[in-house]
């Protein structure tokens, strides 16, 4: 089967690999499509510390079911979604539905089972999600990337008419816009640097897009915002949140650190501000799922790229390098 290999930091090729083996309580898919996330390009890039070589990437997929293992609950030909993080199931954290706080926790793509970027791949029966009949695959492929926003959104707590500020116009941002409205939000406004993305942001509904490439605005928002969602991570991104946000406030990072931030917590305390993180989500789709199927969500304006596997690898590293910019790459199997 043809599958883009990660041979090495920056080594993406597509190469001609023997089918996966298919073991007990395993399905096995036909890729459909697989877009490419933010972190599929760090790994690309050799930036992602705990990528391992050689790894097949790709999480955010859609696809049919080819071959299962006796005694599970599908067929082929069933069109279904990956639901990418692997956990033991011997963990009570899998038992919980909590696969993204084991510390057997891993993704799809990135450390032991290669991925999405391949015509087939074998993943776990709990795993696979069933796609509803209003979905496309290339929609169906999108569902990941939303579950982050969704969960991002409820770990903001988010009441009817809140207030939401969102850091940062990329893929994640632009979904994390509309699912706050769909979810309740009264006013939402994202900054970003990027004149395209902010554009987006705009034609997507928000109430404001700032451009902060002059600077951020801290005394127009002090005290403006009832939930702060913070996809940059930084030490100024946390300080800028915090002074955002509205007494009783909820600031959300989803953004991966890239350092240690310090917290000032007499200003948080004062406010009776919380600060939560936000990795990953749990086994639970069907918000994701449910927002996608019904169109409360425009999927489809954040894909700027479609391509083929084998126009991938040279696309990737223009984007890498700063050559061409987007927002979303779908890539057709």
């Known amino acids: 089967m043809k599958a883009l290999v990660l041979k090495a930091p920056r080594q993406l090729e597509l190469t001609d690999l023997p089918r996966p083996p298919l073991a007990p309580s395993q399905v096995r898919l036909g890729i459909r499509k697989v877009g490419i996330c933010g972190s599929d390009y760090s790994s690309i890039a050799g930036k992602l510390p705990f990528t391992r070589f050689p790894i097949v990437p790709g999480h955010e997929a859609s696809g ?199 917290w000032p917590l007499r200003a948080a305390f004062s406010k009776d501000v919380t600060l939560a993180t936000c990795r990953l989500y749990d086994a639970d789709f069907s918000t994701a799922v449910q927002l996608v199927s019904e169109g409360r969500l425009r999927v489809a304006d954040l894909i700027t790229h479609r391509v083929s596997l084998a126009d991938a690898p040279a696309l990737i590293t223009r984007l890498i390098d700063g050559a061409e910019s987007g927002i979303k790459v779908m890539i057709s199997v």
């Not at 692997?86 to 991925?115: I, K, Y």
């Not at 074998?122 to 796609?131: A, F, L």
């Not at 929609?139 to 990337?145: I, L, N, Q, T």
């Not at 632009?174 to 993305?197: C, E, I, N």
Request: aromatic content about 6%.
């Open 64 to 262: 049919e079911v080819l071959e299962t293992a006796p005694g599970l609950a599908w067929s082929p030909g069933d069109r279904v979604l990956i639901h990418p993080i692997l956990c033991r199931p011997d963990d009570p954290a899998f038992v919980r539905g909590e696969v993204h706080h084991s510390d057997s926790t891993e993704v799809l793509g990135v450390v032991s089972r290669n991925g999405a970027y391949a015509e087939e791949v074998v993943v776990e029966d709990y795993m696979v999600r069933r796609m509803t009949p209003q979905m496309d695959f290339e929609s169906a492929a999108m569902v990941e990337p939303v579950a982050v926003a969704v969960r991002a959104v409820q770990m903001g707590r988010l009441r009817s008419g809140d207030r939401v500020l969102v850091f940062g116009a990329g893929n994640i941002g632009l979904l994390l816009v509309q699912v706050a409205r769909a979810l309740g939000a009264g006013r939402v406004v994202v900054t970003d640097l990027v004149p395209q993305r902010l554009a987006l942001a705009r034609s997507l509904g928000v109430d404001e897009a700032v451009d902060v490439s002059d600077g951020f605005p801290s005394a127009r928002f002090e005290k403006s915002f009832d939930v702060v969602i913070d996809g940059l991570g930084t030490n100024d991104s946390v300080n800028r949140a915090l002074a955002a946000c509205a007494r009783g406030g909820r600031i959300v990072v989803y953004g991966v650190p890239g350092g240690d931030v310090t």
